[in-house]
């Protein structure tokens, strides 16, 4: 079955850094995107980052851009988000998705194309 597995947060003082991890499985990773999300209590899930199928166009959304760097492993079936800087606003469940490559919403933040979700980990910053 389709299976998407978040790994990699964690308690982080602000300005450390975390490493999340997206594995993928069930279906043909390369002909998806994949984007990050992230739902802050009490806010609606917002796009975070995303990554076309051919790994030739990258979104991040205005509040991480510099401090966020996405990327793809199409060999190993993983997306990977290393975040630097991380802030006490960046506290937030993060999800990752993967979008049909015929779709586009996540090239803009947007999740009205995603087609599988995974379970998402939480990052809290907090000193």
């Known amino acids: 079955q389709v299976q998407l597995v978040e790994s990699g947060g964690g308690l982080v003082q602000p300005g450390g850094s975390l490493r999340l991890s997206c594995v993928a499985s069930g279906f043909t990773f390369e002909y998806y995107h994949i984007g990050w999300f992230r739902q802050a209590p009490g806010k609606e899930r917002e796009g975070v980052s995303c990554?076309?199928?051919?790994?030739?166009?990258?979104y991040y959304a205005d509040s991480v851009k510099g401090r966020f760097t996405g990327s793809r492993d199409n060999a190993k079936n993983t997306v990977y988000l290393q975040m630097n800087n991380l802030k006490p606003e960046d506290t937030a469940v993060y999800y990752c998705?993967?979008?049909?490559?015929?779709?586009?919403?996540?090239?803009?933040?947007?999740?009205?194309?995603?087609?599988?979700w995974g379970e998402g980990t939480l990052v809290t910053v907090s000193s």
């Open positions: 998705a993967a979008e049909p490559k015929y779709s586009t919403s996540c090239y803009f933040g947007h999740y009205s194309g995603v087609a599988y």
């Open positions: 990554i076309s199928s051919s790994d030739s166009v990258t």
